[in-house]
């Protein structure tokens, strides 16, 4: 409320007092409000940073409403794993096992991801977290808008900032020109690692084929093992474990 506001009300009340009392006020009252303060606006996705938490973002992604894919998903999935991760996997968004369960890569193509990862000593159980580019499932899988995905890039930003993982690996194109800001196929943007920004933090990111591009194109399955290997040289390189019985 402004001040001319609480004035006006604040005199109007001396009236009426004065009605109610015959009639008579002595002497209008003096006052000096002041304006309320604005209130605080409440960003989807954008509280304090010294008061962030995994938690507070999976609430926001399953609160949130700021695109069109709220008003269809049955849930939202905001991401799982560790917490405490050395690589960090992007995706494109929920599919329908997902959007059912209201978690990330469940169906075929999260089962083959889950022995991907074990092959190079990695799991979402003990140094890996999963999440996609937007946490609503876009419907019939389309690609996400580009509206889509900056509706929920804020979300994305505070995980990896709370998470601070070592690597990025971007499962698929989506991911990839997402995060790396490109319009380039998977085919280029595939095979090798680039230093990134995500959340204000630098990562080192590496893009590979979506593991339902495997599931479709068996020609595909051995450049995504090179991408691998390559990304388990670089953890071997920094001196980063694999997962207790994974890996050879």
């Known amino acids: ?6 004035t006006s009300l ?3 009340l001396d ?11 002595d002497r209008p009252g003096e006052y000096a409000f002041d304006d309320d303060p604005e209130p605080a606006i409440c960003q989807p996705g954008a509280p304090p940073e010294d008061d962030d938490s ?4 999976e609430a926001d992604a399953r609160a949130c409403a700021a695109c069109g894919l709220s008003r269809g998903r049955k849930n939202a999935v905001p991401g799982e794993g560790a917490r405490q ?9 929920p599919g329908a096992n997902e959007d059912e369960s209201g978690r990330p890569f469940v169906g075929n193509a999260g089962q083959l991801l889950d022995r991907m990862l074990a092959s190079i000593g990695l799991s979402r159980e003990t140094n890996c977290f999963i999440a996609n580019v937007v946490k609503c499932r876009p419907p019939q899988n389309r690609d996400p808008l580009p509206e889509e995905t900056a509706a929920c890039a804020r979300l994305l930003e505070r995980q990896a900032r709370l998470l601070k993982p070592a690597f990025v690996l971007c499962a698929g194109r989506i991911s990839a020109q997402t995060l790396l800001g490109s319009q380039d196929g998977i085919g280029k943007l595939r095979g090798k690692i680039t230093e990134a920004r995500i959340g204000g933090e630098s990562v080192r990111l590496l893009a590979t084929y979506h593991p339902s591009a495997l599931l479709h194109d068996e020609s595909k399955k051995r450049p995504a093992w090179e991408d691998l290997k390559l990304l388990r040289a670089a953890l071997d ?3 980063l474990a694999r997962a207790e019985g994974e890996g050879g």
Request: charged share 20%; no cysteine.
């Open 85 to 93: 991760p050395v690589v960090m996997i992007v995706g494109e968004g």
């Open 15 to 25: 009236l009426a007092a004065g009605v109610a009392g015959g009639g008579y006020i």
């Open 10 to 12: 604040a005199r109007f």
């Open 237 to 239: 390189e920094a001196g």
């Open 54 to 57: 995994l938690e507070r973002v």
């Open 1 to 6: 409320m402004t001040a001319e506001e609480k």
